[in-house]
């Protein structure tokens, strides 16, 4: 059995993460409309997580901010 070996967390890019994560959501809802049953539940779940990533990213996009500000970073 194969170990997976985690990715680590490079916070330069979460801005970057950010905007293909919106992307790729955006164009998932476009995709709404050509989708049916099962595909469409997995589109709405996908989407689902996508937000909460969307969320986790803005959150440590701010509070990487905040920590630069005050001279952490």
């Known amino acids: 059995m194969s170990r997976i070996t985690p990715i680590p967390n490079n916070s330069e890019d979460n801005e970057e993460r950010l905007k293909k994560t919106i992307n790729n959501m955006e164009a998932a809802e476009e995709a709404l409309n050509l989708a049916d049953g099962k595909e469409r539940d997995l589109i709405k779940e996908k989407n689902a ?9 803005r959150n440590e996009i701010i509070e990487e901010d905040k920590s630069r500000i005050n001279g952490y970073l």
Do not use: D, N, P, V
């Open 49 to 57: 997580r996508r937000k909460e990533s969307i969320e986790g990213l």
